[in-house]
């Protein structure tokens, strides 16, 4: 049975981004699996669906820039050149071999560091597949990691008269998965879709609102339009997911520790006003060979998230940010 979310950290949470994606392809079993062994607190899930609805955990609503599709099933492609997976019977998504990311327009790695493009035998697991795998993980190591399941873009899928939210939502109670205190976050960025599973649906997960940089207040936003923003927010959600880019201020590279308060690389205010609405901060994403501009070293930019507070992060390297911010604890 799921444990609870009440169980809390000294230092953030660790949410395996798409698993060890640093390590493994993305979203695939194995990349989950790692992530677990390596110590990551939650796991997360992208979700999508197939043509005959079902949930599998896929990052884009395109299989072409992590699978095989294009070669497997020639001229399955939308007028704009893409492979959808709502196009596919999950019987045709199962004959699909999963790669580490590369562009369809080139077929060269996005990462070329990571783990090699167009190898190894990898597949894309469903929603349940993947519940219960986690929940086998957890029964055998006697570790608990909790999921963080995101619904994408549903209004995509209402324009298929399909109800990705609600397929999602009923999953996850069928997998033990109801409560406040259930080890789950349940993440979206339509606003419309969290107040609905909240207000209308009386979903008791524990909800969170993504945030790309521009959905936010600019840095220059009065206290009184952040303190608007992030109590409208706490209506429905919460916490937040939002961009790193958003959090972070261009200044001069130098260690964190050397930095006077009032030009830490980090927006306090954000932090603080969306704490003081009630809010977690789950920041994305944390990637040691894609740092964001300003920042000169990984270990610099955990050693920043963790003075700023933050309840936890979204990182491609999970064992190597629990093992940061349990130095700088």
């Not at 110590?39 to 599998?56: H, M, R, S």
């Not at 597949?129 to 209004?155: C, D, M, V, W």
């Not at 600019?218 to 608007?228: C, F, K, R, V, Y």
């Not at 963790?306 to 700088?328: C, K, M, Q, T, Y």
Request: proline share 6%.
């Amino acid at each position: 049975m799921p444990h609870s979310t009440a169980v809390r950290y000294r230092r953030p949470l660790v949410i395996a981004h798409r698993g060890a994606s640093g390590f493994l392809p993305e979203h695939t079993l194995e990349a989950k699996a790692l992530a677990h062994g390596l110590g990551a607190d939650y796991l997360e899930q992208d979700l999508v669906l197939t043509k005959d609805d079902v949930p599998i955990v896929l990052h884009d609503l395109y299989l072409d820039t992590v699978t095989d599709v294009a070669t497997r099933f020639p001229g399955r492609h939308r007028n704009d050149g893409r492979y959808y997976a709502i196009d596919f019977l999950l019987e045709e998504i199962r004959q699909l071999t999963v790669s580490e990311r590369f562009s369809h327009e080139t077929g060269r790695a996005v990462f070329p560091n990571r783990f090699p493009a167009h190898t190894g035998r990898f597949r894309i697991p469903t929603f349940v597949e993947e519940l219960q795998f986690i929940q086998g993980l957890n029964h055998s190591t006697g570790r608990i990691a909790g999921i963080y399941p995101e619904i994408k873009q549903p209004e995509f899928h209402e324009r298929s008269d399909k109800d990705i939210a609600g397929v999602v939502v009923d999953v996850l109670s069928q997998s033990g998965y109801e409560t406040a205190d259930a080890p789950c976050y349940l993440q979206c960025f339509h606003p419309g879709t969290l107040q609905r599973l909240r207000h209308k649906e009386g979903c008791q997960l524990t909800m969170i609102q993504l945030l790309e940089a521009r959905d936010c207040p600019p840095s220059e936003a009065s206290s009184a339009d952040l303190q608007e923003f992030f109590e409208e927010i706490a209506t429905y959600a919460q916490g937040i997911g939002p961009d790193l880019k958003r959090m972070l201020r261009n200044s001069v590279v130098v260690p964190s520790a050397t930095l006077p308060q009032e030009e830490s690389l980090l927006d306090s205010r954000f932090v603080e006003t969306a704490h003081a609405a009630g809010l977690l901060i789950h920041p994305w994403t944390l990637r040691r060979d894609a740092l964001p501009s300003g920042i000169d070293s990984f270990e610099t930019l955990h050693q920043l998230l963790a003075e700023s507070r933050i309840d936890g992060v979204f990182s491609d390297f999970p064992g190597d940010s629990r093992n940061l911010f349990e130095r700088f604890e």
